[in-house]
């Protein structure tokens, strides 16, 4: 059995830590669509008690990634097409209103980041790393979000981020995404030029792109 020390995620195990080892799991298709997830052998994978794995399990599901039956315990769902679009239409006005709100109050650190950002997407894009490419576009957004330093903003972008970037990586192996990609650079150019109005429509379009994305792309019955 590992020992906390041993454990993949490292460091002290917190539901959170948990969770976000099951959900990097989830998106480089270790666990798919329908796969149960076992706690038991979580536990002893990641050499810690049931309470922190059990607890990042109703963590999934509250935000719609896995689903918990009382006899057949927890599976990675799939969503369906409008639940995923549905999504992406709120993820639009949540981002349009980051980037507004973010515009006048960016300092340098942050477009750098929002730079870097921008460079290790359309690296991974290249290389067709599809999961490092949807944690990058997590990062973007979530730095622009941050830089709002609106506290309601950020908790409704982290209940709904992770649902959409689990199922987005379903589908954009099969569509060309470097439009979509390039989208990003466009937001950054609107907060540079401190136009918060062109990088609120920016960040909005660039939500109902994905949106359109998933609603012509994904396959809710594919497997």
Known sequence: MKTASESPIGGELLSTSVK????????????????????FQLCKELGTSQSPV??????????????????????????????????NLVRSEIDALAAGLATPLLDEATLVALRETCEDMEHHQASDDYS???????????????????????QTF???????RTFI????????????????????????ARDPSRAAMRARNHQLSVGELLNTHYDPGSE
């Open 20 to 39: 976000n080892f099951l959900l990097d799991r989830i998106l480089r298709g270790y666990y798919k669509p329908g796969d149960r997830i076992v706690e």
């Open 54 to 87: 059990r607890e990042a399990v109703r963590e999934l599901a509250s935000i719609g990634v896995v689903t918990i039956h009382s006899r057949r315990g927890a599976r990675v769902r799939r969503p369906t097409t409008k639940e995923l679009v549905d999504n």
């Open 132 to 154: 490092q490419l949807t944690q990058a576009d997590a990062h973007f957004h979530r730095l622009i979000v941050q830089a709002s330093a609106n506290q309601a903003l950020l």
């Open 158 to 164: 982290d209940r709904l981020e992770p649902f959409a």
């Open 169 to 192: 990586t379903l589908t954009i192996p099969t569509v060309n995404v470097k439009s979509v990609v390039a989208e990003h650079r466009l937001i950054l150019e609107a907060l540079e």
